[in-house]
């Protein structure tokens, strides 16, 4: 049965391929759960904190809902060379020998919030989903460093590990970007550089529920899904706010690849939508404009997931069925490369 906006989205129960745009209006019960106790613990929203008072209050509680970490074969930090100075990595390693290929992954967070210990539960369980080694990049955080900075630290680091992969067991041949939200963002914003400046190539592009509309920001899934979740419409805009020096910068493709004119000559891609979300829309239409352009894209949609429901990994039981069929389809990804 066909439905929702795009005469060609085909609700595919079961099914890792296909966009379901099946609209449900609850979360499943876990996340209902979830956001019943995160309410009752009365913290203020996003958009009433500070930066500094955001990343005080938010870090610590994505660290907390990551649940107990997965072994991993090794994890060690290092700094890189970056356009603002030291770059702070964090590379995970899988269990096995040889080269493994390459996650390079961007955390969320509005680029305001967010580290590499948000999403250190996250990159691990991704790391042994895909037996790949995944290098994530504690870029700089707005507003102390606006657009474009947290992408020219995002782009650095995947030119740095395409020219250093092999020093820590890394196919320099089977490099893909990924992140979610924000991360997801500046994952599609390396792949347009990459395309433009020549390099690196890449292989895959993993987008978990990415921003790609920073300007007009006004669709069905932001009305129908803009309060009452972790990430809120007034939220994005308090984020936009703070990482785009003016609102003219949001027409900029980098800040908003949905607007790119081409989208050609991209790595494929996995897009990953929870249909309760403010982005699921946007995320649904870069999805579409990147079929358009040629480029094979699997969509995986959870119905009845919200934003950020990949940082509750100790909370949501979907969340760790989401990053196995990720990790299988990255692997399939690598394989093919």
């Not at 660290?63 to 107990?68: A, D, N, S, Y």
């Not at 042994?128 to 992408?151: G, H, M, Q, T, W």
């Not at 740095?160 to 914003?189: K, L, P, Y």
């Amino acid at each position: 049965k066909e439905t929702g906006p795009y005469p060609h989205c085909r609700q595919m129960p079961g099914k890792s391929e296909g966009i379901i745009t099946m609209k449900v209006q609850r979360p499943d019960p876990q996340t209902e759960a979830l956001l019943k106790r995160l309410a009752e613990r009365g913290a203020p929203p996003v958009t009433e904190l500070t930066p500094v008072e955001a990343r005080a209050a938010r870090n610590p509680l994505f660290v907390e809902l990551g649940g107990p970490p997965e072994e991993v074969a090794d994890v060690w930090n290092q700094s890189i060379p970056g356009p603002g100075g030291e770059l702070p990595i964090r590379i995970y390693t899988p269990q096995g020998s040889g080269e493994f290929p390459v996650l390079v992954y961007f955390h969320g967070g509005g680029w305001v919030i967010g580290n590499l210990d948000t999403h250190d539960c996250l990159c691990r369980a991704l790391a042994n989903a895909a037996s790949c080694i995944v290098v994530a990049v504690d870029y700089r955080l707005s507003p102390e460093n606006k657009f474009p900075a947290p992408l020219e630290d995002g782009y650095a680091a995947t030119r740095w590990v395409a020219e250093h992969a092999g020093e820590f067991q890394g196919d320099s041949t089977r490099i893909a970007v990924g992140g979610d939200s924000a991360g997801g963002n500046m994952a599609t914003a390396v792949c347009l550089m990459a395309r433009e400046k020549g390099g690196p190539s890449l292989t895959h592009q993993l987008l978990i529920y990415p921003v790609v509309d920073l300007f007009s920001m006004d669709t069905a899934s932001y009305r129908d899904h803009g309060e009452g979740y972790l990430l809120t419409a007034a939220g994005m805009f308090y984020y936009r706010d703070h990482y785009l020096p003016n609102r003219e910068d949001g027409k900029n493709p980098y800040a908003s690849p949905l607007l790119e004119k081409d989208l050609s000559d991209l790595p494929p891609a996995t897009v990953v939508i929870p249909r309760l979300d403010v982005l699921a829309d946007e995320g649904t239409a870069y999805a579409e404009r990147l079929k358009e352009a040629g480029i094979p894209v699997t969509c995986l949609t959870y119905d009845q997931m919200i934003h950020a429901f990949l940082n509750c990994l100790g909370e949501v039981e979907m969340a760790r069925k989401a990053v196995s069929e990720m990790g299988s389809l990255l692997k399939k990804a690598f394989e093919r490369s």
